[in-house]
T-cell receptor
Framework: QKEVEQDPGPLSVPEGAIVSLNCTYS??????FMWYRQYSRKGPELLMY????GNKEDGRFTAQVDKSSKYISLFIRDSQPSDSATYLC??????????FGTGTSLTVIP | NAGVTQTPKFRILKIGQSMTLQCTQD?????MYWYRQDPGMGLKLIYY???????DKGEVPNGYNVSRSTTEDFPLRLELAAPSQTSVYFC????????????FGPGTRLTVL
């Protein structure tokens, strides 16, 4: 079983839609939860991070962590064509390694 | 500041050839990482370093070697290239052990034929 599972998509939505991206994980030792955005042929960039269970909001983006279910989500409100990218979840427990999901490809159609 | 730079951007190798992928950072970050990204497979950790002179294996180290003689540079060496090493390679940095934001370079696209 992979430590981090992510639906690869692809996901295609119309402009203005609400997008939900999800990851599950198997190791309860994960403490830090991150979402990276990766545009085509570019390196990933950190979009949001959370430490504890609950919600964290930043503009149109909301990151949600449910440690009891080992489930994290990223919600994008009022999606824009510029949001078209691959979204990777990432996690870290104690130690120096990060564990990434496989990424979900998102296309927002104008 | 350039951040994290990687060279070359693209490279085609023949089976059995060797090469070094360069990674340089100007952020004075202690931690550096090498990942490979294959289609639909996410990022797999090859090697990482927590400071000059210290390196450690990640999930997929076979066929690769690294060294860290300075804070700024973290080259990745491929010996005897194989088609299975065809991938996009990313270098990343982290400011310190308690950090969570990795800064990635633009990547090197490597094809082994």
């Amino acid at each position: 079983q992979k430590e981090v599972e992510q639906d690869p998509g692809p996901l295609s939505v119309p402009e203005g839609a609400i997008v939900s991206l999800n990851c599950t994980y198997s190791n309860s030792a994960f403490q830090y939860f991150m979402w990276y955005r990766q545009y085509s042929r570019k390196g990933p960039e950190l979009l949001m991070y959370t430490y504890s269970s609950g919600n964290k909001e930043d503009g149109r983006f909301t990151a949600q962590v449910d440690k009891s279910s080992k489930y994290i989500s990223l919600f994008i409100r009022d999606s824009q064509p510029s949001d078209s990218a691959t979204y990777l979840c990432a996690m870290r427990r104690t130690g120096n390694q990060f564990y990434f999901g496989t990424g979900t490809s998102l296309t927002v159609i104008p | 500041n350039a951040g994290v730079t990687q060279t070359p951007k693209f490279r085609i190798l023949k089976i059995g050839q060797s090469m070094t992928l360069q990674c340089t950072q100007d952020m004075n970050h202690n931690y550096m990482y090498w990942y490979r990204q294959d289609p639909g497979m996410g990022l797999k950790l090859i090697y990482y370093s927590v400071g000059a002179g210290i390196t450690d294996k990640g999930e997929v180290p076979n066929g690769y070697n690294v060294s860290r003689s300075t804070t700024e540079d973290f080259p990745l060496r491929l010996e005897l290239a194989a088609p299975s090493q065809t991938s996009v390679y990313f270098c990343a940095t982290l400011s310190g052990g308690a950090g969570f934001e990795q800064f990635f370079g633009p990547g090197t696209r490597l094809t082994v034929l």
